[in-house]
């Protein structure tokens, strides 16, 4: 999507028809009741619209249900001389309502010409940061076209002769690459707004590719299977409404099948198929592809996993190895897959189901600290010929314990987005693209990522998985890329998550395991520790049981007690859903200002280990809380912590890219920095005894807070309340 900027106007309800985003001289006309009347506004004169000048809903239905104002809005050459309803708008504004995304006070500018662009003027009353830091985000655009809206199964026929779409090159990757542009040319006789272009992949998708039915005598639609993400027809072309012509670009990804392009007309609830491109392919579809990297059990082993279209009948995968200038070695790897049954519900039984392939993981053991390796994924075929990847580097993780610089990534639900400005399910991440790409500016500067749940969006989509792991290919494959479990990975009622919604569009967690390592004993239970140098961190798994007497429970103490805090004196925490603290909107309606039975359950955890930093994800803005104890502050300083500080330091990191979340009214008191924006945290360890904190928007990666931790081994070992050791009077 693209993230274009507007400009905050002075009041609400007011909009420039002469923005950059629309051409000089609109006329502009109001619709009351389906009364229309004409406002003429020369470029640069500013309309007032009233709320009650427009009583029906968007075009095009939003995932979060509200009233809206809206325009339609005709350029000055095209304005229709005859009646209203022959006009085809080349603009929707709608005005008012509000979402989980955007604030009550907001103006959207909807263009139809590029029905994917949308340009929003934000009005919020968000209360005022108390750092007095600025608002920046306010003029972010958040558009959400669903794959989930398109009504694939009520697809009917209408091919036209005289439509055709076309697309080229027929095969891509011929140097081996794994992305590439396409470009699509498509006619129709009747074009209308509602046009649109759907990528399908495998290109045969009608029919006989469905599951069967329940009863012999229904009848199976004509299509079951949703595309991997669309344009509308007139993307950037608002001559197509006149000429039925246009040329459009996508981003394609290999994904182990070839493509086609489908021209529908009917909008997205009543689909009419008009024509069927020719199919294209990457010239080796089955190619190994998107390593990612992960800490294995014990700080010596990396692990890679990969995806291919090779199962192990067809080819033997491994990893080949080494230091810079050794000898190479192979390193067998293990396949998984999962189909359909694997399942828990709609849509990724159904509409949003794809074969994911073959996912392969190789460990490589016995690794030098601190060491540069390169390695690149292998299959031997059947008959003895080699299928290669690229060449891929990582440097080895340190000896735990061992000082020197450290420096480690953390954020939550970053998602993904597509770079040609297409529609996919997930469209609800505008700032996945600058999280992921302010992180590879700078990867030369990180040793370990995290990533704490709500990972790809995906939502029952399986194909959104492929789509990540390439986004994120030059991170994950260079750099372990550590994951937890978030609420749209894993939850489906009934499946054994703790919370009984549907966020995983029944996914019940299986792509998540599978596609991504964790070095968790059992990865239906997502939670883990890991060691990284002066760091131990515990993962723990908010999809499943937490509280007090749980196995999960269980396993969080034994994790804090595990460490030896004279060599790994950073003691991280982290999960998906806010067990700790947080000043979000509904946290604060609900009244807990956290998780329920969150802090109740844990704090006294925390408090007795002492572990340093709390992070969570889940409530997509950044908030930084003072080290706390039982609702309390219990240290004053807020940039540089000296000696014992007393308690932890818990921090929301969920803005690594999904639409934000609005705070509560109500600043509380333990709330020292909130950001309404994309951004990560970036930890760095110096050494034993000192420790930087940085929280830095993704836009520019820059640091917009930070703090510092300095204190020696005996302050860590020192008493705190509800953290001492037992003590006697004896000698």
């Not at 028809?17 to 389906?34: D, L, Q």
């Amino acid at each position: 999507m693209k993230q274009d900027k507007g400009r905050q106007l002075p009041k609400f309800g007011e909009w420039d028809v002469s923005n950059p985003a629309t051409a000089e001289g609109f006329t502009v006309i109001f619709n009351k009741a389906r009364n229309e009347k004409k406002m003429k506004a020369a470029p640069g004169k500013i309309v007032s619209p009233k709320r009650n000048d427009e009583v029906y809903p968007d075009p095009e239905p939003h995932q979060y249900p509200r009233k809206q104002i809206e325009l339609s809005i005709y350029s000055k050459e095209n304005l229709p001389k005859h009646s209203h309803p022959k006009l085809q708008p080349v603009a929707v504004c709608a005005f008012g309502g509000g979402t989980s995304s955007s604030s009550s006070n907001s103006i959207i500018l909807k263009s139809l010409a590029s029905s994917s662009s949308y340009y929003t003027y934000n009005h919020h009353n968000h209360p005022p940061n108390n750092n007095n830091n600025n608002n920046n985000n306010n003029n972010v655009i958040i558009g959400e076209q669903p794959l989930s809206k398109i009504n694939i199964h009520k697809t009917t026929l209408a091919l036209h002769q005289s439509a055709s779409i076309q697309a080229s090159p027929l095969v891509l990757g011929f140097n081996g690459e794994d992305t590439e542009w396409v470009t699509v040319l498509l006619v129709h006789p009747h074009p209308s707004t509602h046009d649109w272009v759907g990528v399908f992949s495998p290109s045969n998708f009608n029919s006989a590719t469905c599951p069967a039915v329940d009863q012999p005598k229904d009848q199976p639609p004509l299509l079951c299977t949703s595309p991997i993400k669309y344009k509308y027809a007139n993307d950037s072309s608002p001559a197509y409404m006149y000429t039925g012509i246009n040329t459009l670009t996508f981003q394609l990804i290999n994904q182990r099948a070839d493509f086609s392009f489908a021209l529908f007309s009917g909008g997205l609830s009543t689909p009419k198929l008009i024509a069927v491109s020719n199919s294209i392919t990457f010239a080796n579809p089955k190619a190994p592809l998107y390593p990612r990297l992960a800490l294995g059990k014990s700080w010596d082993i990396m692990t890679v996993t990969w995806t291919s279209g090779y199962d192990i009948n067809e080819a033997v995968p491994f990893i080949e190895w080494g230091l810079l200038g050794h000898v190479r070695v192979k390193s067998p790897a293990g396949t998984l897959t999962y189909d359909r049954n694997s399942m828990c519900g709609a849509p990724a039984r159904s509409v949003g189901w794809r074969d994911p392939g073959f996912i392969h993981t190789s460990f490589l053991k016995d690794l030098w600290p601190n060491s540069r390796y390169f390695y690149r994924m292998g299959h031997l075929l059947s008959n003895g010929s080699y299928i290669w990847s690229k060449y891929y580097k990582f440097m080895s993780s340190p000896f735990p314990g061992q000082d020197s610089l450290q420096r480690v990534v953390i954020f939550g639900d970053m998602g993904k987005a597509e770079r040609d400005g297409s529609n996919e399910y997930s469209n609800y991440q505008p700032g996945s693209l600058n999280t992921t790409d302010q992180l590879v500016k700078d990867l030369s500067n990180i040793d370990i990522v995290f990533h704490i749940g709500d990972i790809t969006y995906a939502n029952g989509y399986v194909s959104q998985w492929d789509q990540f792991t390439a986004q994120v290919e030059p991170i994950a494959s260079t750099v372990p890329y550590m994951v937890a479990s978030g609420n749209h990975e894993r939850d489906w009622p009934d499946s054994g998550s703790f919370y009984h919604g549907t966020d995983s569009g029944g996914e019940c967690g299986v792509p998540a395991e599978t596609m991504f390592y964790v070095p968790a004993d059992n990865r239906a239970k997502f939670w883990y520790s890991t060691d990284y140098g002066m760091f131990h961190f515990c993962i723990a798994d908010t999809e499943h049981d937490w509280r007090e007497g749980s196995e999960q429970y269980k396993f969080i103490e034994k994790c804090l007690a595990s460490v030896d805090r004279r060599k790994q004196p950073w003691l991280i925490f982290a999960a998906h859903r806010v067990l700790g603290y947080s000043s979000d909107f509904w946290y604060a309606q609900e009244g807990s200002f956290a998780e329920p039975m969150g802090r109740e359950s844990l704090q006294k955890l925390w408090q007795k280990y002492k572990v340093d930093i709390a992070f969570y994800g889940h409530v997509h803005n950044y908030e930084r809380v003072c080290p706390i104890y039982q609702n309390k502050c219990v240290n004053t300083e807020k940039h540089e912590y000296s000696g014992t500080v007393n308690g932890t330091i818990h921090v929301v990191v969920g803005g690594g890219g999904s639409h934000l979340s609005n705070y509560s009214q109500v600043i509380p008191n333990w709330s020292l920095y909130r950001d309404y924006d994309y951004g990560f945290v970036k930890l760095t360890a110096f050494d034993h005894s000192s420790l930087l904190f940085e929280y830095k928007k993704s836009r520019d990666g820059k640091v917009y807070d930070s703090f510092s931790i300095s204190r020696d081994y005996r302050d860590v070992l020192a008493c705190v309340h509800d953290g001492c050791e037992p003590t006697t009077s004896a000698w």
